[in-house]
């Protein structure tokens, strides 16, 4: 049976947090409202947009956070149409993605991002080759129900027991505690070590790096 390591997005592979807070404050100031604190908005990043905007604005109508889910995919495409999105790869990604490759791992990606968001970020590091699952919140509940990591084991042909779920937020450790896989938090993300901990996670990374020597009990 197959091993698969499966990524976060965002606070996991790539730094986009100031794009996620520009675009939250944009979609919420064109509805007339005043824009969240930054930490709000890093509270709610792993979740779908309609969930996000459920917890931020949690005593508007449903419609309400629908609408506002898409003003902030429209802010969001309007900055990458004019060149201003940044997703910098974190340090010490690469080398980790290439080690998990050699020693035989499938690779895959279950975030909260849109499949067009996703392919965007992918393609401009040259890494959609890379994987061989990759789930969005285009096709499965919000995080953390652990529909998107499901799919992902039957896409790679892999194991719960022998597959891995690589996050920064409480919302992965809990999906990958749901779906029966081994929880890694890392703490260059969204979430700190002890709310990480509190989810659920069976261990917890600085650095990429450390990741390699966590996943040796799987060989």
Excluded at 79 to 92: H, S
Aim: aromatic share 6%; hydrophobic share 45%.
């Amino acid at each position: 049976m197959n091993r698969l390591a499966i990524f976060d997005c965002d606070g996991t592979l790539v730094d986009s947090q100031a794009n996620i807070c520009t675009a939250m404050e944009e979609c919420f100031a064109q509805a007339g409202l005043e824009p969240p604190c930054r930490e709000a908005t890093r509270r709610v990043v792993g979740l779908s947009l309609v969930e996000a905007m459920r917890a931020m604005l949690p005593g508007a109508a449903a419609d309400t956070h629908v609408a506002m889910a898409e003003r902030y995919k429209q802010a969001f495409h309007a900055f990458r149409a004019r060149g201003e999105v940044e997703e910098p790869l974190y340090e010490g990604i690469s080398g980790l993605i290439d080690a998990l490759e050699r020693d035989g791992w499938l690779l895959g990606v279950a975030t909260g991002k849109s499949d067009r968001g996703l392919r965007h970020c992918l393609q401009r590091h040259g890494l959609a080759s890379r994987f061989v699952t990759l789930q969005t919140a285009d096709r499965h509940p919000s995080k953390p129900h652990p529909s998107m990591i499901e799919q992902a084991l039957a896409d790679a042909g892999a194991a719960a027991e022998a597959s891995v779920m690589i996050g920064d937020t409480s919302y992965d450790m809990a999906m990958a505690r749901a779906a029966g896989v081994t929880a890694i938090g890392v703490t260059w993300g969204y979430h700190d070590a002890r709310e990480l901990r509190d989810a659920g996670a069976h261990h917890i990374a600085a650095h990429p790096s450390d990741i390699i020597d966590m996943v040796k009990a799987f060989a």
